[in-house]
């Protein structure tokens, strides 16, 4: 297995995952919060599509999916079209109420984009520093193995939260 494979092979359970945690629900169990402060799963599954888009895009020097293909005008959130989410308050996670199909839309989207990235990549490309904001700075193969990981612990929120759901 070659590097692009296995990249692929890891950021393809992403919207598999995503797709088996939002099957069936509707708009009152995608907003779902067991706290005011909580998060939802239409945020989760949003955010973690929406840090993947911004940041694959930018290691690719390519836009977002979330501009260039509509999405941000399809899900008209009260948010200008960077944001991601990250360090959003209680009410702005509570103003992402959008329905399974616009999530997973969005997502097999980013995945599309995502894939046809990672298919050009060989293992010199891993080394290559994508940011020196950081000490030490990051690395392409270290920024893709973050995005993936935010991805992954995200969808085990939206799981656990879909159980509470469940059992309610």
């Not at 296995?6 to 069936?24: N, W």
């Not at 402060?37 to 949003?46: E, F, G, K, M």
């Amino acid at each position: 297995m070659n590097v692009a494979d296995l990249l692929i092979e890891s950021y393809s359970r992403v919207p598999e995952t995503a797709a088996r945690v939002v099957a069936g629900l509707d708009e009152a169990a995608l907003t779902y919060r067991p706290d005011p402060q909580a998060n939802s799963i239409s945020w989760l599954v949003w955010h973690l599509a929406r840090g993947q888009d911004a940041q694959v895009a930018d290691v690719a020097g390519t836009e977002q999916s979330w501009t260039i293909d509509g999405w941000a005008e399809r899900a008209g959130l009260p948010f200008g079209p960077s944001d991601t989410g990250y360090g959003h308050t209680s009410e702005q996670v509570g103003q992402v109420r959008l329905d399974a199909d616009l999530l997973l839309g969005y997502l097999d989207d980013v995945h599309r984009r995502t894939v046809e990235y990672l298919a050009t990549l060989g293992p010199e490309d891993l080394d290559r520093v994508v940011d020196t904001s950081w000490d030490p700075p990051v690395t392409l193969g270290v920024r893709l193995v973050s995005i993936v990981d935010d991805d992954v612990a995200h969808l085990g929120q939206a799981a656990y939260l879909r159980g509470l759901i469940e059992r309610r």
